[in-house]
């Protein structure tokens, strides 16, 4: 089974910046559709950005774009997530998931995720 790790979450101010990972052991990621979501406390967890594993076909949620930026990078087995110009909404837990395709970014779908990331944007 497919295990996912995230990294790279903290506290950050308005207007800051933070690069997430998303890793896996003994499976290239290259094989998947990988999406990262959010879930702040007391809400439904969100679908952020996610990119298509057959042709590298992005999709953001229109909250993010224009300031988080989705990569795979091969070398590590990851897939990241750049995110600028952070907002005290971008605050929650962060998670990566896998399945083939991206779909329409909602978390039903996606069986393999991680254990999550926080993400605090607060001055």
């Known amino acids: 089974q497919l295990q996912l790790v995230e990294s790279g979450g903290g506290l950050v101010q308005p207007g800051g910046s933070l690069r997430l990972s998303c890793a896996a052991s003994k499976v290239t990621l290259d094989y998947y559709s990988i999406a990262w979501f959010r879930q702040a406390p007391g809400k439904e967890r969100e679908g952020v950005s996610c990119?298509?594993?057959?042709?590298?076909?992005?999709v953001y949620a229109d909250s993010v774009k224009g300031r988080f930026t989705i990569s795979r990078d091969n070398a590590k087995n990851t897939v990241d997530l750049q995110m600028n110009d952070l907002k005290p909404e971008d605050t929650g837990i962060y998670y990566c998931?896998?399945?083939?395709?991206?779909?329409?970014?909602?978390?039903?779908?996606?069986?393999?995720w991680g254990q999550g990331t926080q993400v605090t944007v607060s001055s």
């Open positions: 990119m298509r594993s057959s042709d590298g076909t992005i």
């Open positions: 998931a896998a399945r083939s395709l991206c779909g329409t970014l909602k978390p039903m779908g996606f069986g393999s």
